[in-house]
């Protein structure tokens, strides 16, 4: 019987010992991840290493694609924000996504920044799901809070998506 791994999970293809401190072949292993999407550079580097290459010649490889742009932080902070607004996530899951993949505070900041409106973004999220009437009953604005907040949207931007004061929010705003 075949066993089936989920899709994330499949074994990565390892290098051999001659071209694991090869910083050409790591370039080129770095070269066929960035055909498919863009990565930060931890997350590139974390990538190389599962495939069995070298910190060293991982090093190489980074530092030749950073300086030739294709490897860049800041782009892939401002490209993941932008496509995850797009898909109506809030700043606190974009924030924690980016720090998992490895990326500085300071970059997070500076790309949640460019976002003009949190809180349109959120008004625009619950019209989306549940559409534009505003919820009446105490039970309905639970069930759309718990969504938005699931989203990553604070209390603030939940607040302003139902229509109400902090004293209307059906959980506690500290939480």
Known sequence: ?????????????????VQATDPQAARLAGFALLAR???????????????????EAIQQAVEGLAEE?????????QNYVHAHTQRG?????????????GLENAQIEAALAEVADWHALARDTRVRKFGAEPP????????????????????????????????????????
């Open 1 to 17: 019987m075949r066993v089936r791994r989920p899709f994330g999970n499949r074994p990565r293809r390892q290098v051999d010992e």
């Open 37 to 55: 999407r863009d990565y930060c550079i931890a997350e590139f580097t974390h990538r190389l290493a599962e495939r069995g290459f070298a910190l």
């Open 69 to 77: 742009r294709l490897l860049n932080d800041e782009r892939y902070a």
């Open 136 to 175: 009446a009953e105490w039970a309905e604005r639970v069930r759309q809070s718990r969504f938005l907040q699931y989203r990553g949207f604070s209390n603030d931007h939940i607040r302003s998506a139902l229509g109400g004061s902090e004293a209307d929010l059906p959980f506690d705003p500290d939480s």
């Open 89 to 101: 996530q809030g700043p606190r899951r974009i924030r924690q996504d980016l720090a998992d993949v």
